[in-house]
């Protein structure tokens, strides 16, 4: 997974942020099952929140 580094300007704190964002589903059968994840058919897209950098 490709994740770059970003600080808000107000705060000092540096997160992770996903460069790609991958479109999927997430399902679980029951409260004691696992979580099943699959892709969807739509296609990749970029984190547009990193564009206000």
Avoid: Q
Avoid at 23 to 29: A, G, Q
Avoid at 41 to 50: G, H, Q, S, V, Y
Wanted: proline letters at 8%.
């Amino acid at each position: 997974m490709i994740h770059i580094l970003f600080s808000r300007s107000r705060s000092s704190v540096m997160g992770p942020s996903p460069l790609i964002l991958l479109p999927v589903k997430l399902e679980r059968k029951s409260a004691l099952s696992g979580v099943t994840l699959s892709m969807l058919d739509e296609e990749p897209r970029f984190n547009l929140t990193l564009l206000d950098l």
